[in-house]
């Protein structure tokens, strides 16, 4: 548990560098923190977060839950032209476990000219939430 949390406050100490913070809400477009709508029985905390660094996209998706629990998360890299609307898939990745919480990180190869954002989907016993991080460009 305690190397879980060192790595968890060594997620937040990198995520704050780069100006993100934790979200505690799917308020997609400005990340804010906020307590979780009651219908999340075991959901209590979840991070998504895309981060470019050179020329690699980062993505990132936690989630913790109030109590050992089967949890799962898919995590999709999208991207769209910088003057584009239309979101398109690059890559995802699946990771599951049965633990009080669950990382995923992930990266790609960034190309100039793209906005990028992750798509994370977490279910923790049963429940579901999809969020996105917010879309950095490139």
Not at 3 to 31: H, I
Not at 45 to 64: E, H, K, L, R
Request: charged share 15%; glycine share 6%.
């Amino acid at each position: 548990m305690r190397k879980k949390l060192l790595c968890l406050l060594c997620l937040a100490a990198l995520l704050v560098s780069f100006g993100y913070q934790p979200v505690l809400a799917a308020d997609l477009d400005t990340p804010v923190q906020e307590e979780l709508p009651e219908e999340y029985q075991y959901i209590i905390m979840y991070t998504t977060a895309t981060v470019i660094s050179g020329s690699t996209v980062n993505c990132i998706a936690d989630i913790q839950a109030n109590c050992t629990a089967s949890i799962s998360i898919t995590m999709t890299l999208q991207r769209r032209p910088t003057k584009g609307s239309s979101w398109s898939d690059v890559k995802s990745w699946h990771a599951q476990g049965t633990s009080d919480g669950l990382t995923l990180e992930k990266s790609a190869s960034a190309t100039h000219g793209y906005t990028y954002r992750t798509k994370a989907v977490y279910t923790v016993n049963g429940e579901t939430i999809t969020t996105y991080s917010t879309s950095v460009s490139y």
